[in-house]
C-alpha cells in the first residue's frame, strides 16, 4: 500500500517524458519543412529540383499528420492494442479455429509491416549514404566534389563548407530516421489493426455457422448472446479505428496523389540513371503500399 503513491507517480513521470519525446520529434520534423521550401525558392527556375524536393516535402508533412494524430489519439491506441491482445488471448483459451483465423492474420500483419518497414528504410538509407558514397569516389579518382546534402535542403547559413555541412548532414540524417520511424509504426499499427478486425470477423462468422441449435434452448441463447457480444465488441473497434485514422486517410490519399505525379515526373526524367530509377521506384513503391 505505502509503495502505491510512488508507483503512480513513476508512471505518470514516464508517460509525460514519453509525451515529451514524441513532441520534440514532431517539432523536428515540422523544422524540416523550412530548409526545404527555401531550396524550392532557391531553385524556382528549375523543375526537376523542385518537383524532386516536393516528393520529399510531402512526406514530411504526412509523417507530420501522423505524429500529431498519434500523439491526439495516443490513449485510444494503446487501448486498442491492448483490447487485441486480450482478444487473442481469449481465442486461444476458447476456440481453436478463432486461434488459427487471428494468428494467421497477426503473422500476415507482420509480413506486410516489414516490407513496409524495409522500403521506407532503404530509401531513407540510399539518400544519406548517396553522397557519402560520392566523396568516397571523388577522393578515390582524385576529382572535385560539390558537396550535396541527402536531402534538398538550404540553410541559412553556409552548408557546403565546414563545419556547416556536417551539421546539416547530421541534422538531415536524423529527420530521415524519425520519418522513417513514425511512418512504419503508425501505418504498421494501421496494418495490424485492420487485418486483426478482419480475422475477428471471421471468427465471429464460423462460430454463428458452428451453433448447434439442437442442443439446450440456454445454451443456444448462450452461444448467440456470446456471439452477439462479440460482435457488438468488433463495431466498436471499428469505429474507434475509423475515427482515429480518418485524418490519416485523407491526408494519405491526398498526399499521396501528389507524390504519384512528382515521382512519375521524375523516373521518366532520370531513365539514364540507373541508381537514380533504383531510389525513385522504391519510393514509388513504398507510396504505393502506403496507398493499397
Known sequence: MGHSPNTGKDTRSGKGVFSFSHIISLLFVISAEYP?????????DDMELITATLSVVFTNLLTAIKIITFLVYKQDFW?????????HQQSVQTMGKQDGYVTEANKLAARLGKAYCISCAFTGLYFFLGPIVKIIISKMRGTIYIRELPMNMKFPFNDVD??????????????TIVVVTYASAVDG???SFTINLRAHFQALQQDIRNVDFMQAEKKVQSELI????????LLNLSTILRFIYMPIVFAQFLITSLQVGVIIYQI??????????????SFFGSIMLQLF
Not at 526545404?36 to 524556382?44: A, D, F, L, P, Q
Not at 565546414?162 to 529527420?175: C, D, I, K, L
Open 226 to 233: 456470446s456471439a452477439v457480444d462479440y460482435h457488438v465488441n
Open 189 to 191: 499499427l494501421f496494418i
Open 268 to 281: 521518366v526524367t532520370h531513365m539514364s540513371s540507373i541508381m537514380a530509377l533504383l531510389v525513385y521506384f
Open 79 to 87: 487501448q486498442m492494442m491492448q483490447t487485441f491482445r486480450q482478444m
Open 162 to 175: 565546414s563545419p556547416g555541412y556536417e551539421m546539416a548532414f547530421v541534422y538531415t540524417v536524423f529527420v
Open 36 to 44: 526545404m521550401i527555401s531550396y524550392i525558392m532557391y531553385h524556382n
